[in-house]
Each structure stands twice: as structure tokens, then as C-alpha cells.
């Protein structure tokens, strides 16, 4: 009988971690997973659990640079993944791109000159609604067609949104891998409504007073402000899917 002690299990540690902005990114996919467990710690919310046999951990770290690069430092000091994914909503800066569509990045910018290459070898493909190119992080919400087709054309990029940047930098410093996947919620073919920019807050919920506020100065927000939250719930339903398949295939190519 071999009665060598069995080596200790790290509990802790997890084969891919999530870094997103907002509960509504994530929560289709959350319903992927399995044994999930949630704690706060640093301002932060983290979640842990399974996707088939890949041990996958979440920080929900808020929208913004900053706040994504102190929950990637957390989240790679808690579990010491092999991979780190930067996931969640973005806006398109393509005319054709649609909402719900999948942006992956190859290379990320920022507006102030940073740059950072991504190791990657994925194939685009547009008839799928798959683009892979130069991510950008902005500073604040993009809102209006001509401030997206200004940035396209500045940048070259396909798509924006507010986290990728700096977790990818987070990563390079730690020697970490790392992958950018956004999807699509709002293309460059029409302007987001202007009570955008007051009513959501910086975890990307929603501020009801100035939601309510937003409704009595302008009845017409309410539809517009209906359809932005179907497409965002639409659009968290596609980025799910196409997670569940990249995750597992980043834990087999560990």
C-alpha cells in the first residue's frame, strides 16, 4: 500500500480569470458555470467557480482604467491564473459591425499613446461576426457617430471600451497571458442617447434619480434607453457563448 501523502491542492488557484466592468456582462455566462461562489475584498467582487473541468475566477472591478488594473492585481495575487481575459461590452468603431458581434484584439491603444501587442493567432471572420484587430481603451463613454468614426480613423482601431489597456498591462508586467475579447453593444451607426453620460454610474449601474430625472426632461429616453438595455442583454448573451469556447480552449492549450 503506498502511503505517501497526496500533494495539497491549492484551492485558490484558478486556469483563467475574468476581468469585466459589469454584472450584466457577466451574468449569462455565470449561468455556464458551475459550484460558483462570491466574495467581496478591496472594493471589489469577485466570483469563483467551474467551467466543465476549467477552474475559472471573475473580478467585477467597475468601469474605468484604474479601477481594472487594481482588480486584475487582486485577481492575479488571489489565484495566480495561467491566463487573464479582459471581457465584456464595447462599442464598435467598423460600420459594419453590429451589435452582438465579437471583437478580439491582436493589439491595444490607448488615447495617449500606449501600446501593447497581444500574442495571438485567431483568424477574423466577418460573414461570423468574429473581428480580430487594434482594440482601444478609452477614456470615457463614446456616444455619438462622429466621435466613433473620428477615433477609427485617429487610432485604427475596430473597437473601444474603458478596461482593456490596463489589464493587458497588468498582464504584461506579471508575465501573464492574456486575452482581450469584447463583444459589440452599441455599433457606429447611431448615436447612444445623451442621458447616458449621467445615469450610469461607475459600476455600470444604474442611477435612479438621475434616471428619473432623465424621463421627466425627456419622455422619449425611456424607449431609447429600453432598446440600449435589450441589446446589452442580447449582446452579453453572445459574448457567453463565444467565451465558453475560448476559456476551454485556452485551459487545453495551457
Not at 498582464?171 to 442621458?195: G, K, N
Not at 430625472?213 to 446589452?232: D, F, H, M, T, Y
Request: net charge neutral; proline share 4%; glycine share 10%.
Amino acid at each position: 500500500m503506498n502511503n505517501a501523502p497526496r500533494p495539497a491542492v491549492d484551492l485558490a488557484h484558478a486556469d483563467v480569470a475574468v476581468v469585466y466592468a459589469t454584472s450584466l456582462e457577466m451574468t449569462p455566462f455565470f449561468d455556464r458555470c458551475t459550484k460558483m461562489r462570491k466574495y467581496t475584498g478591496g472594493g471589489f467582487v469577485f466570483h469563483g467557480g467551474r467551467l466543465g473541468n476549467v477552474r475559472v475566477a471573475f473580478a467585477q472591478a467597475g468601469m474605468g482604467a484604474g479601477p481594472a488594473r487594481r482588480a486584475t492585481q487582486a485577481l492575479l495575487d488571489a489565484h495566480s491564473p495561467q491566463w487573464v481575459v479582459s471581457a465584456g461590452f464595447s462599442g464598435g468603431l467598423l460600420p459594419e459591425m453590429k451589435v452582438g458581434n465579437i471583437a478580439v484584439a491582436r493589439e491595444i491603444v490607448d488615447q495617449h499613446g500606449g501600446r501593447l501587442s497581444v500574442d495571438l493567432q485567431m483568424e477574423p471572420n466577418a460573414a461570423a461576426g468574429l473581428f480580430v484587430g487594434r482594440l482601444l481603451m478609452v477614456d470615457g463613454i463614446v456616444r455619438t457617430v462622429d466621435e466613433r468614426q473620428r477615433l477609427a480613423a485617429a487610432h485604427a482601431a475596430i473597437a473601444c471600451d474603458m478596461e482593456s489597456f490596463s489589464v493587458a498591462a497588468v498582464c504584461q508586467e506579471t508575465h501573464t497571458r492574456f486575452l482581450a475579447v469584447r463583444v459589440i453593444s452599441d455599433d457606429a451607426t447611431v448615436d447612444l442617447p445623451p442621458e447616458i453620460l449621467t445615469i450610469v454610474g461607475g459600476t455600470g449601474s444604474v442611477r435612479l434619480g438621475a434616471a428619473v430625472g432623465a424621463v421627466w426632461k425627456r419622455p422619449a429616453s425611456v424607449k431609447e434607453l429600453w432598446n440600449l438595455r435589450e441589446q446589452a442583454h442580447h449582446a452579453a448573451e453572445r459574448l457567453a457563448t463565444f467565451l465558453d469556447g475560448v476559456i476551454v480552449q485556452l485551459h487545453a492549450a495551457k
